[in-house]
């Protein structure tokens, strides 16, 4: 190294010390002015004395939560993880070893075990993954330092509180770097409204390595959010050739048949409730007719690939089959930047989707139907990849 290389390397050093120090101070500071927030939401000087004790200021927390990438992963690829045969066979596993537990969760909450169990494995691997990360230090920095500081902040207050409750010692408050707790990753406001003392032991402990606390507490969040035993979240149809993909509204399994929607088996779908049509990939991937249990399950999780995985697994686990339609090799949701591009060059081509900005709505969706429809293609307006692809 020579002497402008090692003077060059000094300062680098320099300059990213110097940087930890000033956020360290920063962090530090902030805490001190927080108190005075945290007390008048009827946090403790003691609570807030212990939970501080070794909080510190973590920056990969705010370098992951600025880095989130797009979920662009193909469907397939995800679902082939979702409900892997591993996973679904420790989850059937599960439901064995845990049958009095869960029997007696379904008893209170009328939610099946499956559902329960799938939501588990998806979130944990059935505890397997349940977070090291120390929850007031992650929550503290994140709400100091990082794009959602009001959010962050809230989740804060609600963990304090959580402590001072006696749920759980600060030591053993841990999860992910978001601030997601326990066998099946509640939010600290979510647990504060709906986890539950299953074993009646004084304490929501949904950390402990016994997952009574956390799996009735899932079940009662899909119990507030209305929950149907014995309606499935969605089951997996058949569409007719030349099928209007326009037509998705609400309307009963019934309806769906007289427009030639039917079950894999070529029946007509039995009577669960009004059902939504979704085809996640197009016309050629699998399509859906979903019920109501499919809202209640993204109250936990709004992505679409979480709702189907966490459906398709529980199907699987109560005895189902894979899906009888595979999902399109290498489909992948479009960036950002690609769907402007898309828009852009649909516009260019006579198909105006009324403005660039992104967002598939139903202009784009009109726009690429209309350019489907010129090409011989199913026009489900679906915005994917080789569409993009065709358009270059």
């Known amino acids: 190294m020579d002497r402008r290389q090692f003077i060059a390397a000094g300062i680098s050093t320099f300059t990213w010390a110097g940087a930890a120090h000033a956020q360290a101070n920063g962090f530090a500071n902030w805490v001190a002015g927080f108190r005075s927030r945290a007390r008048s ?125 006696g749920d759980v010692a600060p030591q053993n408050m841990t999860g992910s770097w978001a601030g997601a707790m326990g066998h099946t990753q509640f939010i600290p406001t979510s647990y504060q409204a709906y986890a539950v003392d299953f074993t009646g032991d004084g304490r929501r402990d949904i950390w402990a390595d016994d997952p009574s606390d956390a799996l009735a507490s899932t079940a009662a969040y899909f119990r507030r959010f209305n929950w149907r035993k014995g309606q499935p979240w ?99 949701g479009l960036r950002r930047a690609e769907r402007v591009e898309l828009q852009q060059r649909l516009t260019a081509a006579g198909f105006s989707t009324q403005g660039v900005d992104g967002r598939i709505g139903p202009n784009s969706m009109s726009a690429i139907r209309a350019y489907q429809r010129s090409v011989g293609l199913p026009a489900d307006g679906y915005a994917s990849l080789s569409l993009l692809q065709r358009l270059r």
């Open 41 to 165: 939401a009827g946090i403790t000087d003691r609570t807030f004395q212990a939970a501080f004790a070794n909080a510190r200021y973590l920056p990969d927390s705010i370098e992951r939560d600025r880095n989130q990438a797009e979920f662009v992963r193909p469907l397939g690829a995800y679902m082939s993880t979702a409900a892997s045969d591993a996973r679904v066979t420790n989850g059937r596993a599960m439901v064995n070893q845990y049958a009095n537990l869960l029997s007696r969760i379904e008893a209170t909450y009328q939610v099946e075990p499956h559902i329960v169990v799938a939501v588990w494995g998806m979130e944990t691997n059935y505890g397997q993954r349940r977070g090291d990360v120390p929850l007031i230090s992650t929550l503290a920095t994140l709400a100091y330092d990082g794009r959602r500081g009001r959010f962050f902040e809230e989740q804060l207050i609600a963990a304090l509180k959580i402590l001072q409750r």
């Open 234 to 332: 969605g089951v997996e149809v058949s569409l007719p050739r030349d099928f209007d993909f326009t037509q998705t509204d609400s309307r009963s399994p019934a309806a769906w048949g007289q427009l030639g929607v039917r079950g894999t088996d070529g029946q007509v779908v039995p009577n669960y409730g009004n059902a939504s049509l979704i085809f996640p990939t197009g016309a050629a991937g699998p399509a859906f007719l979903t019920f109501s249990n499919y809202r209640t399950i993204s109250r936990y999780n709004n992505a679409q690939a979480y709702i189907i995985g966490v459906g398709h697994l529980g199907d699987r686990i109560r005895g189902l089959g894979p899906l009888q339609t595979a999902w399109p090799a290498e489909e992948r």
